[in-house]
């Protein structure tokens, strides 16, 4: 009787853990692939604003992505499932770099709410407070340049996305504008401007 009585409990704590991350992955469902506006508010560790920023962004994978800034921090970044392309506008300068497990704490990647990814890279916790649920997400990597990911919903909606770096600096995203659905496939198709000067992870140039 204690045996089983000790197997119920840690099937029960085993339930109990797993329940944020399965609720995550559901509330992340439609997110999966979608379109939005975004602004972005950057703090260092005492709370101090380091720069403000809009956007707009669109994920059709956690591979296949766009993320543009809007002036005065003028940037391009795509993933097309094959290469990452990061352009920055004010250097007139392509940056080529490789998918690798660098995006594994992106927004995209997060988005995407693979339940495998969450569980295997993650420790996932989960409060409420009336209608809005907070979910931390902690890596158990303990090198990862991500110390800690939180996402706010208000019912079925995600309000925010906020990442802290292992500096303490913290990332708030906020979403405005969603929609839902598959975007554009144009979207995820760059082409350097001519004249650019492209650089290789490789340190190449073309």
Request: charge should be negative; glycine fraction near 6%; charged fraction near 20%.
């Amino acid at each position: 009787m204690r045996y089983l009585f000790g197997m119920g409990c840690l099937l029960l704590s085993l339930s109990i853990s797993a329940a944020p991350i399965e609720s995550l992955a559901r509330l992340l469902e439609p997110y999966r692939a979608f379109s939005a506006d975004f602004k972005q508010s950057t703090l260092d560790p005492e709370g101090s604003p380091i720069n403000q920023m809009t956007g707009e962004l669109a994920i059709a994978s956690d591979s296949i992505f766009y993320w543009k800034t809007h002036p005065p921090f003028s940037q391009i970044i795509v993933a097309d499932g094959e290469v990452l392309w990061v352009f920055d506008e004010d250097l007139y300068q392509v940056q080529v770099r490789p998918l690798d497990d660098a995006l594994s704490a992106s927004p995209a990647a997060i988005l995407s709410g693979d339940l495998e990814m969450l569980g295997s890279r993650f420790q996932v916790t989960e409060e409420r407070f009336g209608t809005i649920a907070v979910y931390q997400l902690e890596p158990r990597a303990a090198d990862e340049v991500t110390r800690q990911i939180v996402l706010r919903f208000d019912g079925s909606r995600l309000l925010d996305l906020a990442i802290e770096d292992a500096l303490g600096n913290r990332s708030l995203v906020t979403l405005m504008a969603v929609m839902h659905g598959q975007p554009s496939a144009a979207l995820f198709q760059f082409t350097p401007p001519e004249g650019v000067d492209v650089i290789y992870a490789l340190g190449q140039k073309q």
